[in-house]
């Protein structure tokens, strides 16, 4: 049996911007949500997982899933 890990990047409203937690330690703010979406499609490569979009009380609005077979094709 083969483990695979799995990735979820969520993304948050901060302070008149967006925060993007990964991991203990990787929290970058951006200014708006798209450029924090960009930069955690970057942090997910050759990953699986999902990138979630969360309103100011800890809701998801959206979920973006990602693998590395949607991104070879």
């Avoid at 967006?18 to 942090?43: H, M």
């Avoid at 050759?46 to 979630?52: A, L, T, Y």
Wanted: aromatic fraction near 10%; include cysteine; proline fraction near 4%.
């Amino acid at each position: 049996m083969q483990l695979v890990a799995v990735t979820i990047i969520e993304i948050r409203p901060f302070r008149n911007g967006w925060k993007c937690f990964e991991a203990s330690g990787v929290e970058p703010v951006f200014l708006n949500q798209d450029q924090a979406i960009e930069y955690a499609t970057g942090r997910a490569c050759f990953r699986s997982g999902e990138i979630r979009v969360l309103d100011c009380e800890g809701t998801v609005e959206r979920r973006i899933p990602f693998t590395e077979t949607n991104r070879r094709l």
